[in-house]
């Protein structure tokens, strides 16, 4: 009998001490026979900002880490410190998983593909030719690039820094046909105009709650996405349900890009379905 591989996995972000991920390896490890462990590495519980990245990925190389997960605020400050990216990392910009192997880190990007499985399973059939995103970080680059691959017509970046979502926006026109994203100016008019709003910033999470646009500008017609899944009904789901929206979690992103970082990981297929069970067992 094969021996199973043995797995010391962690996540680095902020304020991530109410995330499920470290339970979903860890469950669907167990499941499989391995030795899984998978810690948390909490930058705000740590004191520490995105300035710690290298000591924190020397540290966990030392330790014989076999990969990180890399969440708000590092997943595009974590590149410089890699040794090569995956050709998704490298076109969105971003990067979310690392893998540890052989003295090399390895950037990966699973957000992108976890947010598509999300938005095919619960959004399959909303119209798409107008789409507002709020937010062009790291998170927002592989949610846009997912976007613009489900077909959305034109989709416009907001974002509190201007520049950031201009960068965001020249970087899909060069992957995608027809300058299909565009940085917006005016919410209120956009989103008037728009079929679905996406949040893909942190606005929301327990650690920042509120909304990242005034709930006035919600009308029924509008579907809306979520990215941030701790907690699962965030402010901007909750008053969007309320109008009757069809809106879409942070819950099966959540469990598709983990779905993909355990097999890149372990070297083992996941069960999908299993770990989505996991997930929705898993209350808070």
């Known amino acids: 009998m094969a021996t199973q591989p043995s797995i010391l996995a962690g996540l680095i972000g902020a304020g991530i001490q109410a995330s499920r991920t470290p339970a979903l390896h860890e469950r669907e490890g167990a499941a499989q026979g391995m030795g899984y ?156 105009a728009a079929d679905g709003l996406v949040n893909t910033t942190p606005m929301g999470m327990a650690k920042l709650p509120g909304m990242p646009v005034p709930k006035e500008l919600l009308r029924p017609a509008l579907w809306v996405a979520e990215i941030v899944y701790f907690p699962l009904e965030t402010e901007l789901l909750r008053e969007a349900s309320a109008l009757g929206c069809r809106t879409l979690n942070g819950g099966t992103m959540a469990v598709f890009q983990a779905v993909k970082a355990f097999e890149l990981f372990s070297g083992q297929s996941a069960n999908a379905q299993r770990m989505i069970e996991h997930f929705n067992s898993l209350d808070g």
Not at 73 to 89: F, G, V
Not at 150 to 172: K, W
């Open 37 to 192: 462990v998978y810690r948390l590495i909490d930058l705000d519980q740590l004191k520490l900002d995105c300035n710690a990245l290298e000591e924190l990925l020397t540290a966990a190389e030392r330790m014989s880490f076999t990969g990180l997960n890399i969440t708000f605020p590092c997943k595009q400050a974590i590149i410089p410190l890699l040794d090569d990216l995956s050709p998704e990392a490298r076109g969105i910009g971003a990067v979310n998983t690392v893998v540890l192997k052989d003295g090399k880190r390895v950037g990966h990007n699973t957000d992108c593909l976890g947010f598509a499985e999300g938005f095919r399973r619960g959004l399959a059939d909303v119209p798409r030719e107008r789409v507002v995103q709020m937010g062009a970080g790291g998170a927002g680059a592989a949610v846009a690039h997912a976007l613009l691959s489900e077909g959305v017509g034109q989709l416009s970046i907001f974002d509190v820094d201007t520049s950031r979502a201009q960068a965001l926006a020249d970087n899909l026109n060069q992957h995608f046909e027809g300058g299909r994203a565009r940085v917006g100016s005016d919410l209120a008019s956009t989103l008037q």
